[in-house]
């Protein structure tokens, strides 16, 4: 792969997007679902309000989490490249690609290529914080070697 910063940072962009809508309409669902549901009025645990209401505030929750990494993928100079792997980094070790940003998981490149955009809170990223190209890492009892820095 060569890292395109650009297309992976819209590609991370569209996810969180994707995220906030996804949990914004399971939001309004709820709220139609408890407007329409007149036979209950109390709000215990095990009645359908209880229910519902827990599941909104899940989802609350999860839209917040969401709306936070957005806002963190916001501060990406996609212009920027370092030495050394810190925030907005793509790392390439001998195994997989690592975009250094939100916790996304797995992005899907247009050219099919596979990266991981992990957090800075991510236990692998507190292994090689700071690494240059040549140096290696260890994690989950493994070496990694990082390739390249994009």
Same mark, same amino acid.
């Given at each position: 792969?060569?890292?395109? *910063? /650009?297309? @992976?940072?819209?590609?991370? @962009?569209?996810?969180?997007?994707?995220? !906030?809508? *996804?949990?914004?309409?399971?939001? /309004?669902? !709820?709220?139609?679902?408890?407007?329409? =549901?007149?036979?209950?009025?109390?709000?215990?645990?095990?009645?359908?309000?209880?229910? @519902? $209401?827990?599941?909104?505030?899940?989802?609350?929750?999860? $839209?917040?989490?969401? &709306?936070?990494?957005?806002?963190? $993928?916001? &501060?990406?100079?996609?212009?920027?490249?370092?030495?050394?792997?810190?925030?907005?980094?793509?790392? /390439?070790?001998?195994? =997989?690609?690592?975009?250094?940003?939100?916790? @996304?998981? *797995? !992005?899907?490149?247009?050219?099919?290529?596979?990266?991981?955009?992990?957090?800075?809170?991510?236990?692998?990223?507190?292994?090689?914080?700071?690494?240059?190209?040549?140096?290696?890492?260890?994690? =989950?009892?493994?070496?990694?070697? !990082?390739?390249?820095?994009?």
């Amino acid at each position: 792969m060569v890292a395109n *910063k /650009e297309e @992976l940072y819209y590609k991370c @962009l569209d996810t969180v997007n994707r995220q !906030i809508e *996804k949990y914004e309409n399971e939001m /309004e669902q !709820i709220r139609e679902s408890m407007e329409n =549901n007149d036979a209950h009025t109390d709000y215990d645990e095990d009645d359908t309000k209880g229910q @519902l $209401l827990g599941d909104f505030e899940k989802y609350a929750e999860y $839209l917040d989490n969401s &709306r936070k990494m957005k806002e963190k $993928l916001s &501060r990406i100079d996609k212009t920027h490249y370092t030495e050394q792997v810190d925030f907005g980094s793509i790392v /390439e070790t001998n195994e =997989n690609y690592y975009f250094i940003s939100a916790a @996304l998981g *797995k !992005i899907v490149m247009d050219e099919g290529s596979t990266v991981y955009a992990i957090s800075t809170d991510a236990p692998i990223y507190q292994e090689m914080k700071g690494k240059k190209v040549g140096e290696t890492f260890k994690f =989950n009892d493994k070496e990694h070697k !990082i390739i390249g820095l994009h």
